[in-house]
């Protein structure tokens, strides 16, 4: 069989050293692949006013597979100042390059599992009865609608004279707004289709039924953001009702499900949301299982194929310039593991998701944030594992 081809995209700060970590893992649990890099992140916006190229956008149209370290990404104006002086004062304007990804290719499956790993320190506790410790067992997986709602990037500030007159046409901005100086608005949208809503519920229902669970929670906000979460719960007791009965459908409400999270995370299964709640819901459930560190997410357009997987994290800048690295690389080895399902290689996913498992368990190899530890540079010599020590244990258990 031949070689796959992997589009490796390491990005910025600790995005470059977690991936490489990862494909040493890759390699040494015997998946072979060729991996040809793709330019992304700050440095292309600095030096090139566009932080994701023509050319890895090519990359990935040949290739469909992605591993994705992180990105840095700054407010507007602050992106502008960093620009190399040749491109100071051009009028570009800095977007977020994984969103760009996202929309560009239609990758608007985003799936992030959320899942206790035992014996790892950081997990969520709570009191029981009579003064009892509990650990409930979190087993959830967050289905994002990714390329739409307000990461969809339709915004204006001062808005010009057509976008103005037709939120003037809505009572409702006439009578909050009306009165207020065009130049002191800032609008951003939050735009549903039918089209992408109904992908992200059947997606969800799908995985719920073939994975055994008896449950998709709907999170969003349908009683205040009528048009869309609204659409979006009709349209989920529609596709239950017809094609998926022996699902049950919650709904609950965004600011809601938050407080539940540590009341009764472990009664959670598969979880469908709109991308801004998505997002939230799943770095919530990712603090109950150890934080960013541990939590992994995939993003696929099923029609043509191509998929990008990264860790949850940013690029953690502040890390990046440390002598020896620190950061925990284990929810880039679990997106790795989630490409390897994707591509049919799941015997090698497996093996390396039971080495990973051991690992934390037996709990001798421990990142700084396992041991609960300010991310300080001295904290190896403390006794805190590297990041090339986990990786490196990780690989001990792959033998």
């Known amino acids: 069989m031949a070689k796959r081809t992997i589009v490796k995209m390491p990005g910025d700060g600790i995005g470059k050293v977690v991936l490489e970590e990862t494909i040493r893992v890759l390699e040494a649990a015997g998946f072979e692949a060729d991996y040809v890099e793709g330019d992304i992140g700050w440095e292309f916006w600095c030096k ?48 977020s390059p994984i969103v ?57 500030s001062n808005p010009s004279d057509t976008v103005y007159y037709a939120l003037m046409t809505h009572p409702k901005f006439v009578k909050n707004f ?65 094609d998926f009965p022996n699902i049950e459908l919650w709904n609950t409400n965004i600011d809601a499900q938050m407080m539940w999270l540590t009341k009764n995370p472990e009664n959670y299964g598969v979880i469908v949301a709109g991308n801004m709640f998505g997002d939230i819901v799943s770095d919530g459930f990712a603090g109950l299982i150890g934080g960013l560190g541990f939590a992994s997410s995939a993003q696929m357009n099923p029609d043509s194929g191509l998929a990008v997987f990264e860790p949850t994290h940013g690029s953690a800048p502040k890390y990046a310039d440390y002598e020896t690295s620190i950061v925990n690389p284990i929810a880039m080895i679990v997106s790795a593991c989630a490409m390897l399902d994707f591509i049919g290689e799941k015997e090698i996913a497996e093996k390396i998701g039971k080495a990973t498992a051991e690992v934390i368990a037996e709990g001798k190899v421990r990142t700084y944030d ?30």
Not at 106 to 117: K, V
Not at 131 to 140: F, N, Y
Not at 198 to 224: H, M, Q, W
């Open 48 to 95: 090139e006013g566009n932080p994701l190229p023509q050319r890895t956008l090519d990359l990935l149209e040949k290739h469909k597979i992605g591993l994705f370290g992180a990105i840095t990404s700054k407010p507007k104006d602050e992106a502008a100042t960093e620009l190399i002086p040749e491109l100071q004062d051009k009028g570009l304007v800095y977007s």
């Open 178 to 242: 009306g009165k207020t100086p065009r130049e002191e608005i800032s609008v951003s949208t939050r735009i549903f289709t039918k089209k992408a809503t109904e992908r992200i519920l059947r997606a969800a229902f799908n995985y719920a039924k073939d994975n055994g669970y008896k449950s998709v929670t709907l999170c969003e906000k349908p009683n205040v953001i009528r048009e869309t979460s609204g659409m979006m719960y009709k349209m989920a007791q529609q596709i239950q009702k017809a």
């Open 100 to 156: 760009g990804l996202r929309q560009h290719f239609g990758l608007d499956i985003c799936m992030r599992p959320c899942r206790t790993y035992k014996g790892n320190p950081l997990n969520f506790i709570r009191r029981g009865p009579n003064d009892t410790i509990e650990e409930p067992e979190i087993d959830a997986i967050i289905f994002r609608q990714n390329t739409e709602g307000l990461y969809g990037g339709v915004e204006w």
């Open 370 to 399: 396992m041991m609960k530890m300010t991310g300080r540079p001295d904290v190896v010599e403390k006794g805190a594992a590297s990041t090339q020590q986990m990786a490196d244990a990780i690989i001990a258990k792959l033998a």
